[in-house]
C-alpha cells in the first residue's frame, strides 16, 4: 500500500494544506457528519451582492447555455451588473442554484 504525506495528498487534491489539515480534524472529531457540515469557503456573514432579481435572471441566463465556464459567469455578472466576485464566490453562487459550470483549468485559483 502507498503512503503519502499530508502535504502530497493536498497537493494531488490540488488544495491548500491546511484545508486538509482542517478536513482531518473534523473527521476525527465527528466522522464525514463533521466534515459535510463545514462550507468550503464559508460566507463569513457578507451580504449577497447580487440581488434576488438578479439572481433569478443570472439562473436564466445560465440555462440558455450563454455561459460555460465559472469564469464566463464571472466576466457576465461583470458585464451586466458591475458586479464582481472571486472564482469561489461565484461558485458558490452557483452550487446555491445547483448550477454546475465547467472549470476552466487555465482559470482556476492556484494554492
Known amino acids: 500500500m502507498t503512503r503519502f504525506t499530508r ?11 491546511r ?11 465527528g466522522g464525514c457528519a463533521a466534515v459535510a457540515r ?3 469557503g464559508g460566507r463569513h456573514g457578507h451580504p449577497q451582492r447580487l440581488t434576488a432579481a438578479q ?3 443570472l439562473v436564466a441566463l445560465t440555462h440558455t447555455g450563454r455561459f460555460h465556464t465559472i469564469s464566463a459567469v464571472q466576466q457576465g455578472v461583470v ?17 446555491r442554484h445547483q448550477i ?12
Open 7 to 17: 502535504e502530497e495528498v493536498a497537493d494531488l487534491l490540488a488544495i491548500n494544506p
Open 19 to 29: 484545508t486538509l489539515h482542517d478536513w482531518v480534524a473534523w473527521y476525527r472529531a
Open 38 to 40: 463545514h462550507r468550503v
Open 55 to 57: 439572481e433569478a435572471e
Open 79 to 95: 458585464e451586466t451588473w458591475q458586479i464582481s466576485y472571486s472564482y469561489w464566490g461565484m461558485r458558490s453562487v452557483l452550487d
Open 100 to 111: 454546475h459550470a465547467k472549470v476552466s483549468h487555465n482559470n482556476r485559483p492556484e494554492y
